[in-house]
């Protein structure tokens, strides 16, 4: 199981970005998906996540109303929809994938949980 992500960057407080999880070689169906974060010396932490059948969402209460998890089955790919940046969420984002369901319990809050992982993209915002 190979996640990439993509789509990080540079922006000022107030913008907006689009992440996307990519799998490669593998079907996403099937597959809850989460996005992380994580500050150097901090604890990767909780962004936001969707089930397997794009039923279910969750998000951090830090990102919620700003950020927009969604999925495409067309394209293998899952996406987080970035809007009303600000500096703290600076950070190296992951996305991860487990065959689980996703029901928004505190356990998918934790993310050792969590089993595949793509390696990050750095969100930079600035002041």
């Known amino acids: 199981v190979q996640l990439q992500a993509s789509g990080g960057g540079s922006v000022q407080t107030g913008g907006s970005l689009r992440l996307s999880c990519a799998a490669s070689g593998w079907t996403f169906s099937g597959y809850s998906v989460a996005w992380f974060r994580q500050i150097p010396g901090n604890e990767r932490e909780f962004v936001a996540a969707?089930?397997?059948?794009?039923?279910?969402?969750g998000y951090a209460d830090s990102v919620k109303g700003r950020f927009v998890i969604s999925r495409d089955f067309s394209k293998n790919t899952v996406w987080l929809q970035m809007n009303s940046l600000k500096p703290e969420d600076t950070a190296v984002y992951y996305c991860?994938?487990?065959?689980?369901?996703?029901?928004?319990?505190?356990?998918?809050?934790?993310?050792?949980?969590?089993?595949?992982w793509g390696q990050g993209t750095l969100v930079t915002v600035s002041s």
């Open positions: 991860a994938a487990d065959s689980r369901p996703y029901y928004g319990g505190s356990v998918d809050l934790l993310k050792d949980t969590w089993p595949n």
């Open positions: 969707i089930g397997w059948n794009a039923g279910t969402t």
